[in-house]
Structures are given as C-alpha cells and as structure tokens.
Nanobody, 126 residues
Framework: VQLQASGGGLVHPGGSLKLACAAL????????MGWFRQGTGKDREFVAS????????GYGDSVKGRFTISRDNAKNTVSLLMSSLSPEDTGVYYC????????????????????WGQGTLVTVSS
C-alpha cells in the first residue's frame, strides 16, 4: 500500500480545511489510519487516528473538538476535517497506516505505523 495525502493549502485563522489520504496499490480496509503533523523546527506530533472499522477514533489534545477523522473503505480513503484553525496548526501533515487484525484498534505513536505518505503542507495565516 502507498499513501498519497492531499488538500493542503493556505487558510485564514478560524477557517476550515479538509485533507484527504488516498491509498494506492492495495486496500486499507484492515489498516488503522493516522494523521501526524510537523511544524518548522518541531517534532512530529500525533493528530488523529481511526480504527479500520471506523468505530473508534483518537485525537491529540491540541486538536480535540476541532478536527474530525473519518474513512471510506469502499473508496480507500481517509479524511481529516480541520476547523477553527490557528497559526499553531501550520505544518506538514502526514497520513500513515498500520495493518492490524483488531478492528477496534487505533494507534497514537509514530513507531506503530508501517506505511507513510509524502505529506501535504497546511499554512494558517492572515
């Protein structure tokens, strides 16, 4: 499986943006999926994760209540809807995948993921 993230761009503070992650070369129906981000000069940070069933989700503290992760296994895609954006949300956003036999599992740490996309840049600025 290869991942391709898209949807990044420039958005004003308070605005919204939706990122997409498309899986190529295989199905992600048995993969937990995650989003991470990395700002300039910062470590990569966990943003959100979703189990392969879509039933369970997890979010980083800084995005809870503002971001929503979802998936469409039929279309082999995962999305991240970001709202109430602030300049602190600026960074390169990466999608990642982890194959698992457990339909309810999602993962919070970079080392738990085996497949990574190339990243898409989100800039929040007035």
């Amino acid at each position: 499986v290869q991942l391709q993230a898209s949807g990044g761009g420039l958005v004003h503070p308070g605005g919204s943006l939706k990122l997409a992650c498309a899986a190529l070369g295989g199905s992600i129906s048995r993969y937990a999926m995650g989003w991470f981000r990395q700002g300039t000069g910062k470590d990569r940070e966990f943003v959100a994760s979703i189990s392969w069933s879509g039933v369970r989700t997890g979010y980083g503290d800084s995005v809870k209540g503002r971001f929503t992760i979802s998936r469409d296994n039929a279309k082999n895609t995962v999305s991240l809807l970001m709202s109430s954006l602030s300049p602190e949300d600026t960074g390169v956003y990466y999608c990642a995948a982890r194959e698992t036999e457990f339909e309810g599992n999602y993962y919070l740490y970079e080392a738990q993921y085996r497949v990574w996309g190339q990243g898409t840049l989100v800039t929040v600025s007035s």
